[in-house]
Every structure is written in C-alpha cells, then in structure tokens.
C-alpha cells in the first residue's frame, strides 16, 4: 500500500524520485541555507536552519518565498528527539522525524505524528565516515551517504553526497509512492543543519 497524499503539505506536492538538496550557503546571521530542486532543475523549496530559536526550527518556504511548512524540534537543543512537520496553512502536524543521537551512525525515523507508525527509515552507510565528519576539523567537508528504506525496512532509495564544504545531497528513490517524499527530501535538510549548528 503506498504513501498517501495526506502526508505532503497542501501546497506542495513531490511526486518525482530524483531531487537534490544543497546548502547554498549562509545568510546574514550565520545561519545555514538550503534548496531544493527536482529532475528538471526546478526549485521546490527553500529553508533556513533556525538555530538560535528557543527550539531549533527549520523554515520551507517556495521560489517566491511563501510558507509551505516548518519543521521545529520538540525540546531545547533537541540533538536527538522529535522534529515535527508542520502545514504552514493548514497548522496541521503531517510527520515525525526522530532520531537517537550515535557517533558511529545517524538513524533517522519518518513517521505518523499521530500513531508514531514508521513510513521511512534514513539510516547513514559507514560509521568511520559518519564519526569522521563530527569529529575531525574538517570532517563535515566529507561525502556522506545515507540508505533511505521504506516501513517495511525494505530498500528503495539513497542520499548521497560527495567532497565539498557545503553538503549537495542527491537523492534517488525507486517506488516514490512508498515513503513520504516531503519527508525524506526535508529531512536532509534538516539532518545537515543540525550537523553543521
């Protein structure tokens, strides 16, 4: 059974399986800045990691700059807990992402904000590298690669990135209709962010 609609905000709607997700740099408060574009090139969305907010937060917003959803932790310094998506217009919770904090691996969760049911898995390939990019002085520079897997902890896409001093993550997956894209492409947003704060 796949992914339904009801999980994707009301003014977006991700239906392709190849999109990228590149931190483009900073803004005037040193706060980091990412975009996402789809196959065509075409942006889909733009965020900034909110690091400073009594609670982390993640801004999504489109081309034009209108709010599509926000992604804001659970609690203060929230390194490894709950992160909840939220509609922009509709206020409502769409999706979960939960992770528990690990030097040698990042897991991250996708899941029903209501049952905590798993939709998708992210789970990072290599915990040398992972360890690498948090502990040494230029470790974040290092390319990263994370296996995305569906409720069933089957296969069906991966996040990869290469050398570089801002993360350009491409993401492919094989049954879009299996995970929540919003998800998955927002999660790598906010997975660098919460690495590079």
Do not use: C
Request: charged share 25%.
């Amino acid at each position: 059974m796949g992914v339904t609609r009801g999980y994707q905000p009301e003014r977006l709607e991700l239906t392709g399986s190849r999109y990228t997700v590149e931190q483009t740099g900073t803004d005037e408060n040193m706060r980091p800045e990412y975009e996402a574009t789809n196959e065509a090139g075409e942006v889909v969305f733009e965020a900034t990691y909110e690091m400073y907010q009594a609670n982390d937060s993640v801004s999504f917003v489109d081309a034009d700059g209108s709010e599509l959803f926000t992604v804001t932790a659970a609690g203060t310094l929230d390194i490894a807990g709950d992160y909840v998506l939220t509609d922009a217009h509709t206020e409502d919770d769409l999706l979960v992402l939960d992770n528990d904090f690990s030097l040698s691996q990042d897991s991250w969760r996708i899941r029903d904000p209501e049952d905590r049911s798993l939709l998708a898995e992210l789970s990072s390939r290599g915990g040398a590298v992972t360890l690498a990019r948090k502990l040494l002085p230029f470790g974040k520079w290092l390319g990263h690669e994370y296996e995305i897997t569906d409720s069933a902890g089957e296969a069906v896409g991966s996040a990869e990135s290469g050398f570089a001093v801002f993360d350009e993550y491409e993401i492919t997956i094989a049954d879009t209709s299996s995970v929540p894209m919003v998800g998955v492409v927002a999660a790598l947003a906010v997975i660098d962010g919460i690495q590079n704060s």
